[in-house]
Nanobody, 127 residues
Framework: QVQPVESGGGLVQVGGSLTLSCAVSGRTRSNYDMGWFRQAPGKEREFVAALSWSGRHTAYADPVKGRFIISRNRAKTTIYLQMNSLELEDTAVYYC????????????????????WGQGTQVTVSS
């Protein structure tokens, strides 16, 4: 199994940028797709972005397409979420999650398919 730990959250103004990191410990050499999800106050958790274990496939939620970029280091031990042109609606707790897979295919966008979750990091966008 793996254990994700998020960091990098904070307060940023509208239009600004922020990069979140997710340090993954454990069996990082196994086939884990990695995803970012977020949950705003009073709202359900929603998918943000995901990266397949091979690195060949990515998926983005429509609200963040063109603004957010998911990536990782070569050792597969850190996942990044680069967030640009931040909007008030991006304010949420951001979670990193891992999903063990047996095939190289586009990553899942449903949180229920992810097995391991971090504790979350708060991102607040202010005007």
């Amino acid at each position: 199994q793996v254990q994700p730990v998020e960091s990098g959250g904070g307060l940023v103004q509208v239009g600004g940028s922020l990069t979140l990191s997710c340090a993954v410990s454990g069996r990082t050499r196994s086939n884990y797709d990695m995803g970012w999800f977020r949950q705003a106050p009073g709202k359900e958790r929603e998918f943000v972005a995901a990266l397949s274990w091979s690195g060949r496939h990515t998926a983005y939620a429509d609200p963040v397409k063109g603004r957010f970029i998911i990536s990782r280091n070569r050792a597969k031990t850190t996942i990044y979420l680069q967030m640009n042109s931040l909007e008030l609606e991006d304010t949420a707790v951001y979670y990193c999650a891992a999903n063990w897979v047996s095939l190289d295919r586009p990553p899942a966008m449903k949180g229920t398919e992810y097995d391991y979750w971090g504790q979350g990091t708060q991102v607040t966008v202010s005007s």
